[in-house]
């Protein structure tokens, strides 16, 4: 159950300006139009605004100023709490998710959970998604358009199950992705059921928490079997590699129940996030043919320099999560306003990426920008920030890089629309309207 203590009203008057339209309609707009509505609200009340949100009027602080966000991300994990920033997530996934909890059991799960993150674990997991990814290609139709974020999807949500969760077993793996592809299809009447806990007996609530359940027995089954594998030390997944971490720590060790709670957290954040950048830079290539060339001469010549700037330039002008969020257990000065326990700050992914304070002619999709060196702190991060930026950067960022090879040398890519596409909202994330409709054919001389 999803549970935001109200703040009384003369907070308010300490409180950084914004709008005063009701509630209800800030928290639609918030929800379905957050890339037009917060630009809109920066331009008026300028780089710290609030806006309130359904249930219980909780006051959102959103920050477009870098100093502001260097604020958040360094201050102290006892103050600014992502965990209960992220309560939202809770009922999918889980109480000891690493994106749920804060301060000591943050640190510990983290820490258990970083070695399958980190060098020599990703170079490990590279080839299986090259021979996903290879796979994949394989399949796209030539010279007929079709939606790039669903052929995405589809390829990110097998990394999933088959780098992450470690399952290669084809009727294991066919009893799974339905489940996984329903779980993570979540919607917003779902999302705003949470709020609204005894909504969870009826209707769609209901038929969820059904897949979800169903989803978690076969989770639990893979962990159990998996605990007893004989081959476990040679095994190159994820789930594997935490279960050799937790036989290295003894009583520290994730539960079963926590190793649930981080898998569903990995499905979750992992899979749309990586899909939709995907489509944005293969998008983004396709409708440019002079950056379509340079990318296919780095992938052709092994430059990963440059097919990583592709990506941080996709991540950059398309962030799929707009904005992060800190909840404060305590006063604290932000922006020169003191802000009271209680309300939520948002660091402003988009904003601060679309500014041109920030990015030379922002709304150009340049990947050489990132060849010269880093961007200024605080101006590019897709990825927040703090002790609590995302876990997996390094993975999707390989992914990314492994995937757009595989497509890069390979085919020649068009888009159907060669106008710039415009973004909805799915879940929590930012995702391309139209699906970023691409077309392919074979480049001269390959097949
Ligand atoms: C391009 C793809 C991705 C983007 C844009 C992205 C973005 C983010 C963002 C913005 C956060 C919140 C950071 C904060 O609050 O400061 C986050 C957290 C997280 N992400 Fe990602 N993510 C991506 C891919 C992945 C992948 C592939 C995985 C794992 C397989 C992953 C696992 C996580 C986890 C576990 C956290 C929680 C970290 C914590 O609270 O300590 N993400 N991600």
């Given at each position: 159950?999803?549970?935001?203590?109200?703040?009384?009203?003369t907070?308010?008057?300490?409180?950084?300006?914004?709008?005063t339209?009701?509630?209800?309609?800030?928290t639609l707009?918030?929800?379905?139009?957050?890339?037009?509505?917060?630009?809109?609200?920066?331009?008026?009340?300028?780089?710290?605004?609030?806006?309130?949100?359904?249930p219980?009027?909780?006051?959102?602080?959103?920050?477009?100023?870098?100093?502001?966000?260097?604020?958040?991300?360094?201050?102290?994990?006892?103050?600014?709490?992502?965990g209960?920033g992220?309560?939202?997530l809770?009922?999918?996934m889980?109480?000891?998710?690493?994106?749920l909890?804060?301060?000591?059991?943050?640190?510990?799960?983290?820490?258990?959970?970083?070695?399958?993150?980190?060098?020599?674990?990703?170079?490990?997991?590279?080839?299986?998604?090259?021979?996903?990814?290879?796979?994949?290609?394989d399949?796209?139709?030539?010279?007929?358009?079709?939606?790039?974020?669903?052929?995405?999807?589809?390829?990110?949500?097998?990394?999933?199950?088959?780098?992450?969760?470690?399952?290669?077993?084809?009727?294991?793996?066919?009893?799974?992705?339905?489940?996984?592809?329903?779980?993570?299809?979540?919607?917003?009447?779902?999302?705003?059921?949470?709020?609204?806990?005894?909504?969870q007996?009826?209707?769609?609530?209901?038929?969820?928490?059904?897949?979800?359940?169903?989803?978690?027995?076969?989770?639990?089954a893979e962990?159990?079997?998996?605990?007893?594998?004989?081959?476990?030390?040679?095994?190159?997944?994820?789930?594997?590699?935490?279960?050799?971490?937790?036989?290295?720590?003894?009583?520290?060790?994730?539960?079963?129940?926590?190793?649930?709670?981080?898998?569903?957290?990995?499905?979750?954040?992992?899979?749309e996030?990586?899909?939709?950048?995907?489509?944005?830079?293969?998008?983004?290539?396709?409708?440019?043919?002079?950056?379509?060339?340079?990318?296919?001469?780095?992938a052709?010549?092994?430059?990963?320099?440059?097919?990583?700037?592709?990506?941080?330039?996709?991540?950059?002008?398309h962030?799929?999560i707009?904005?992060?969020?800190?909840?404060?257990?305590?006063?604290?000065?932000?922006?020169?306003?003191?802000?009271?326990?209680g309300?939520?700050?948002?660091?402003?992914?988009?904003?601060?990426?679309?500014?041109?304070?920030?990015?030379?002619?922002?709304?150009?999709?340049?990947?050489?920008?990132?060849?010269?060196?880093?961007?200024?702190?605080?101006?590019?991060?897709p990825?927040?920030?703090?002790v609590?930026?995302?876990?997996?950067?390094?993975?999707?960022?390989?992914?990314?890089?492994?995937?757009?090879?595989?497509?890069?040398?390979?085919?020649?890519?068009?888009?159907?629309?060669?106008?710039?596409?415009?973004?909805?909202?799915?879940?929590?994330t930012?995702?391309?309207?139209?699906?970023a409709?691409?077309?392919?054919?074979?480049?001269?001389?390959?097949s």
């Amino acid at each position: 159950m999803v549970t935001t203590p109200t703040l009384p009203k003369t907070v308010d008057a300490a409180l950084p300006p914004g709008p005063t339209w009701p509630v209800v309609v800030q928290t639609l707009l918030f929800g379905q139009y957050r890339p037009r509505l917060l630009p809109l609200l920066r331009r008026r009340y300028g780089d710290i605004f609030t806006v309130r949100m359904a249930p219980r009027n909780r006051r959102l602080i959103v920050l477009a100023r870098p100093a502001d966000i260097r604020t958040v991300f360094t201050g102290p994990a006892s103050v600014f709490h992502a965990g209960e920033g992220n309560v939202i997530l809770g009922p999918i996934m889980g109480q000891h998710s690493v994106l749920l909890v804060d301060e000591d059991t943050h640190v510990r799960v983290r820490r258990l959970l970083m070695p399958a993150f980190h060098g020599a674990a990703l170079r490990g997991y590279q080839q299986v998604v090259a021979d996903l990814a290879e796979a994949e290609v394989d399949r796209w139709p030539s010279g007929r358009p079709f939606a790039s974020h669903d052929r995405m999807h589809a390829l990110t949500l097998e990394v999933i199950l088959q780098v992450v969760f470690g399952v290669t077993d084809e009727t294991r793996l066919a009893a799974m992705r339905p489940l996984v592809r329903r779980v993570v299809d979540i919607g917003p009447l779902v999302l705003l059921g949470w709020f609204y806990p005894k909504l969870q007996g009826f209707g769609p609530w209901r038929k969820y928490l059904a897949v979800q359940e169903e989803l978690d027995r076969l989770l639990y089954a893979e962990i159990a079997q998996r605990r007893g594998a004989t081959d476990l030390a040679d095994r190159g997944d994820v789930l594997s590699r935490l279960l050799r971490v937790g036989a290295e720590e003894g009583a520290d060790a994730l539960t079963d129940a926590e190793l649930r709670d981080q898998l569903v957290t990995l499905l979750l954040a992992g899979h749309e996030t990586t899909a939709t950048t995907l489509a944005w830079a293969c998008h983004d290539l396709a409708r440019d043919p002079a950056q379509l060339r340079a990318a296919q001469r780095a992938a052709d010549e092994g430059d990963d320099e440059y097919l990583t700037a592709v990506v941080k330039e996709s991540l950059r002008l398309h962030p799929v999560i707009y904005e992060v969020a800190r909840r404060l257990t305590a006063p604290v000065e932000v922006g020169g306003y003191q802000l009271p326990a209680g309300v939520t700050v948002l660091p402003g992914i988009g904003l601060v990426q679309a500014d041109e304070r920030n990015h030379i002619h922002p709304k150009e999709f340049r990947p050489e920008r990132f060849l010269a060196g880093q961007p200024a702190a605080n101006t590019w991060i897709p990825f927040g920030g703090g002790v609590r930026r995302c876990l997996g950067a390094g993975f999707a960022q390989m992914e990314a890089i492994v995937v757009l090879r595989a497509i890069l040398t390979r085919f020649d890519l068009r888009a159907e629309n060669p106008r710039p596409e415009s973004t909805k909202a799915r879940n929590i994330t930012q995702v391309p309207a139209g699906g970023a409709r691409i077309m392919v054919r074979p480049r001269a001389g390959r097949s």
